[in-house]
Nanobody
Framework: QVQLVESGGGLVQAGGSLRLSCAAS????????LGWFRQAPGKERDVVAA????????YYPDSVKGRITISRDNAKNTVYLQMNTLKPEDTAVYFC?????????????????WGQGTQVTVSS
């Protein structure tokens, strides 16, 4: 079992930055691929970034590429999401997730553990 707790969300103006953190406890952190997803009201939960076990591979959808960076610190059992040049359309609840498989996961179904989420609101 892996427990994930997100932090760092909040209200920010368009063009601003936020860094989300997700602290993990339980199983060996480095054995899990990690991802950040977001879900706006009435919409599906979509991936915004994913990273493999050893940080060798990352993935970003075109909607966030160049503005968002995922990183992990296996010594601290933490995964980060640095978000720059935020837009109102980035407003959503952001979730971190962990998966046992190798590589990067792009879909909700590919992840085994989820955090409770943290709200990010970008004002125009």
């Amino acid at each position: 079992q892996v427990q994930l707790v997100e932090s760092g969300g909040g209200l920010v103006q368009a063009g601003g930055s936020l860094r989300l953190s997700c602290a993990a406890s339980g199983r060996t952190f480095s054995n899990f691929g990690l991802g950040w997803f977001r879900q706006a009201p009435g919409k599906e939960r979509d991936v915004v970034a994913a990273i493999s076990r050893r940080s060798g591979s990352t993935y970003y959808p075109d909607s966030v590429k160049g503005r968002i960076t995922i990183s992990r610190d296996n010594a601290k059992n933490t995964v980060y999401l640095q978000m720059n040049t935020l837009k109102p359309e980035d407003t959503a609840v952001y979730f971190c997730a962990a998966r046992r498989d190798y590589g990067v996961g792009l879909r909700v179904i590919e992840y085994d553990y989820w955090g409770q989420g943290t709200q990010v609101t970008v004002s125009s």
